[in-house]
Nanobody, 127 residues
Framework: EVELVESGGGLVQAGGSLRLSCAAS????????IAWFRQAPGKEREGVSC????????YYADSVKGRFTIVKDNTKNTVYLQMNNLKPEDTAVYSC????????????????????WGQGTQVTVSS
């Protein structure tokens, strides 16, 4: 059974940090790219960051560049999203997704790329 389980969300003050984890099971992790998406209330889901299958390339939304770092550990079947200097506008449910293709030219917002999704973890940033 395929599973993606997110953890690490919580409540933090603006300027603070959180590290999200996405633990995968039920598929060959090294053969899948992983992305983080987020969805705030009343807004569409947006891609936050992506790491390719081999972990050789990473991509970020402009809104999080320089603040978020994605790391894929193929030995632990886990992807981490380190989030620093958090802002109230980062408040959302964060979900990870896995897909068998590396995104072309770094475009990972195409939902069709992602076969498996986690349930999400809430991140709330207070001002």
């Amino acid at each position: 059974e395929v599973e993606l389980v997110e953890s690490g969300g919580g409540l933090v003050q603006a300027g603070g940090s959180l590290r999200l984890s996405c633990a995968a099971s039920g598929f060959t992790f090294a053969d899948y790219a992983i992305a983080w998406f987020r969805q705030a209330p009343g807004k569409e889901r947006e891609g936050v960051s992506c790491v390719t299958k081999s972990a050789s390339n990473t991509y970020y939304a402009d809104s999080v560049k320089g603040r978020f770092t994605i790391v894929k550990d193929n030995t632990k079947n886990t992807v981490y999203l380190q989030m620093n200097n958090l802002k109230p506008e980062d408040t959302a449910v964060y979900s990870c997704a896995a897909g068998p293709l590396d995104p072309l030219l770094g475009y990972f917002n195409d939902y069709g790329l992602w076969d498996f999704w986690g349930q999400g973890t809430q991140v709330t940033v207070s001002s």
